[in-house]
């Protein structure tokens, strides 16, 4: 599903003047020549294809809509304490803890064997030594939105 502040290309076959690359706004709208201004977050990018073919098909006869998804802004987790680079950061797609963890750095009192994954009401346990050595690859588990890493000090 595309989100607030995704940065789309929306590509109108034979038409470059209506082809361009958008992003939705934080209320969630998308404003399009010709189609106008709609609430675009929420969709899957086949959902909101046929919405737009739907709105220009009033004006063009047929028209070829191809969408990709250029940047997503959307999706975030939050990472907090030992690191060197704490806050938000976006959520990739197959994006696991130790990927996370290789963007922001340990500071030097950080403790990486007791690390916290928090995810609504449950906690999951991470051990960055066991893992970046192939042992208990089970912690390493993919991030959804919202996750809240949290490395003690």
Known sequence: MVGTL????VRIWNDPKLSGIYTIRPDGILS????GEF???GYTVPQLTKVIKD?????INDPEVNI???KINSKRIFVFGGVLRPGEMPLYQNM???DALSNVGFKDFANPK?????RGTQTFLFNYKDVSRGKHMEQNIYLQNGDR?????
Not at 6 to 9: A, N
Not at 55 to 59: C, E, F, H, S
Not at 114 to 118: D, G, L, N, Q, V
Request: glycine share 4%; aromatic share 4%.
């Open 114 to 118: 007791k690390i916290r994954i928090m």
């Open 68 to 70: 990709q998804v250029v």
């Open 39 to 41: 609430r675009a977050d």
């Open 6 to 9: 995704d940065v789309l290309e």
């Open 55 to 59: 709105k220009l098909g009033t004006l």
């Open 96 to 98: 696991t803890v130790l």
């Open 32 to 35: 399009l020549p010709l189609v």
């Open 149 to 153: 890493i949290f490395v003690p000090e």
